[in-house]
């Protein structure tokens, strides 16, 4: 069974870029696709956008203008960019694998908080 | 942009009972509809897609039914590890947009 690790800073300051990276075991990033999902407290999930082995990307519209997705295949890893973050932006960030939308396996998620 | 609502927001159930969540979506998402479950400190588990189709390992006590705009996963009989946050998902309009239900906290009574 494939497994995801989320990576990354627990903490952000405002106007800054949240990076995190996902390291997948088990199965390669050269299949599926590969999405980030957030939570923020108290609030729903939210689809952020996946990102194909391939390169091609597809974000979430509310997100678009500032969110960056790639993929490294040679470390099985893919990594989110999430720039000009606010207090709005601190969650619960996951990877998933994406089956055409269907979430097959998840990480364990890491959570984000932006403060200075 | 298609919104998904579940009730109850939380479901209290003694151990063996039957428990019964519900999912609507505000359109119409054919049998495009996932179920997961997440408990604390864990990486959510996909239970169902396709409405009523059970992921690889999911025991048969969980069942997905449904299509169009009401959906229900029923836990036939609950067990411990049943105690969780469920929540149910469209993907009828992948690519790209999905979106998920606020969930249903199974809680024990």
């Known amino acids: 069974q494939v497994q995801l690790q989320e990576s990354g800073p627990g903490l952000v300051k405002p106007s800054e870029t949240l990076s995190l990276t996902c390291t997948v075991s088990?199965?390669?990033?050269?299949?599926?696709?590969w999405s980030w999902i957030r939570q923020p407290p108290g609030k729903g999930l939210e689809w952020i956008g996946y990102i194909f082995y391939s390169g091609s990307t597809n974000y979430n519209p509310s997100l678009k203008s500032r969110v960056a997705m790639s993929i490294a295949t040679s470390k099985n890893q893919f990594s989110l960019k999430l720039r000009y973050v606010t207090s709005a932006d601190t969650a619960v960030y996951y990877c998933?694998?994406?089956?055409?939308?269907?979430?097959?396996?998840w990480g364990q998620g890491t959570l984000v908080t932006v403060s200075s | 942009e298609i919104v998904m609502t579940q009730s109850p927001a939380t479901l209290s159930v003694s151990p063996g009972e039957r428990a019964t969540l519900s999912c609507r979506a505000s359109q119409n998402v054919s049998s495009n509809l996932a179920w997961y479950q997440r408990k604390p400190g864990q990486a959510p588990r996909l239970l169902i897609y396709?409405?009523?189709t059970r992921a690889t390992g999911i025991p048969g006590r969980f069942t997905g039914s449904g299509s169009e705009t009401e959906f229900t996963l029923t836990i036939s009989s609950l067990q411990s590890e049943d105690f969780a946050l469920y929540y149910c998902q469209q993907y009828a309009n992948w690519p790209p947009r999905v979106t998920f239900g606020g969930g249903t906290k199974v809680e024990i009574k």
């Open positions: 396709d409405a009523s």
């Open positions: 998933a694998r994406d089956a055409f939308g269907i979430f097959t396996d």
């Open positions: 088990g199965g390669s990033v050269n299949t599926y696709y």
